[in-house]
């Protein structure tokens, strides 16, 4: 071989070497980063909107509606929650409600229905907004390229491994996060690759005020990103925010939810979702995720805190 043959076939190989590193780094983003999201990295609390909830005009009082899914979106808002459900034709749609009796014009069970039948309802409090598909949400967080998380509740392992045979999590595994109520996490989040939160289970509650049930958590919380906190006033190493350091060091963040508890949960003096109760679950309890109705409001009070 000539030297002007070895360089052109030195040439070729070169570029053929960074042509395959290229087209794999591409398949890798891809496939999902390996159920991980961009918004672990941050520091700062972030903003978890509860069915979709938007505080800003032009939005609708029906739950889990596209449009509060687009503006949300619009509004870099971290971390949409959304409930699931499957029709009897194994459509996943977004539903809070047990029935449909009280919230739309329709009757019975989502479970119970057809996507033709569901795809004729529409909400009482907002006429203009039927009950949207999973796929359609989904294509919303694609078509906007935010790194805003979907966090899908009422959703069991069925529904998981459901909604991963029809493909819906491809390309944005690593946006999805599933809420269970075990530490274990289902085979079919593994399979699926997507994140997970497990709620810490009401037989914690009133006990987190000593070290060994502290290290107990945590070491169950291994390889979740998240865990949602079910606490009462006498869990004092949740409360000042002992928890939280020790999940920060495996990776895992704690949420609070700031609407909604019970009379034993949530704690009677951190319930509420207004800047007085966000200040004390920020500081001293130092939550990475707060779940709220009023996700501008708490995106506006983390900002001027910073």
Same mark, same amino acid.
């Given at each position: ?25 591409? +398949?890798?983003?891809? %496939?999902?980063?390996?159920?991980? @999201?961009?918004?672990?990295? $941050? ?43 499957? /029709? ?10 047990? /029935?449909?009796?009280e919230r739309t ?5 989502? =479970?119970?229905? /057809?996507? +033709? ?7 009482? $409090? ?16 694609? %078509? ?6 979907? =966090?899908?509740? %009422? ?5 998981? =491994? ?39 289970? *009401? @037989?914690y509650v009133g006990?987190?005020?000593?070290? *060994? ?18 606490? *009462? ?10 928890? $939280?350091?020790?999940l920060n060091k ?12 019970? @009379?034993?949960?949530?704690? %009677? ?6 800047? /007085? ?30």
């Open positions: 071989m000539t030297r002007k043959g070895k360089i052109i076939f030195g040439v070729a190989i070169g570029f053929a070497l960074v042509s395959t590193i290229v087209l794999f780094l591409v +398949a890798r983003k891809r %496939k999902g980063g390996g159920g991980k @999201s961009s918004l672990l990295k $941050s520091d700062k609390t972030l903003v978890c909107t509860h069915i979709a909830n938007i505080d800003v005009q032009g939005s609708s009082k029906a739950q889990n509606n596209l449009r509060n899914i687009g503006l949300n979106l619009a509004n870099d808002i971290d971390i949409i929650e959304m409930d699931v459900q499957i /029709t009897r034709d194994g459509v996943p749609v977004l539903f809070h409600d047990n /029935t449909l009796n014009n329709g009757s019975g069970k989502i =479970q119970d229905k /057809t996507w +033709a039948d569901i795809s004729q309802l529409r909400y009482n $409090s907002d006429t203009s907004q039927g009950i949207a598909k999973l796929s359609d949400a989904i294509d919303e967080l694609k %078509k906007s390229g935010k790194p805003s998380i979907f =966090q899908l509740d %009422k959703c069991d392992s069925g529904e998981i =491994q459901k909604i991963n045979s029809l493909g819906l999590f491809r390309g944005v595994e690593n946006q999805m996060l599933c809420k269970g109520q075990s530490f274990t996490k289902p085979s079919s989040v593994v399979e699926s690759n997507v994140m997970w939160m497990p709620i810490i289970p *009401s @037989s006990k987190m005020n000593s070290e *060994s049930v502290i290290e107990e958590i945590v070491s169950k919380c291994q390889g979740s990103q998240f865990v949602e906190a079910q606490f *009462s006033d006498a869990d004092t190493l949740l409360i000042d925010g002992t928890l $939280s350091d020790k495996i990776g895992c963040k704690l949420l609070v939810v700031a609407v909604g508890g019970s @009379s034993d949960t949530n704690g %009677k003096s951190f319930r509420g979702d207004s800047s /007085t109760q966000w200040a004390k679950m920020i500081n001293p309890m130092k939550a990475r995720a707060i779940m709220t109705n009023r996700p501008l409001a708490l995106k506006n009070y983390i900002n001027q805190a910073v």
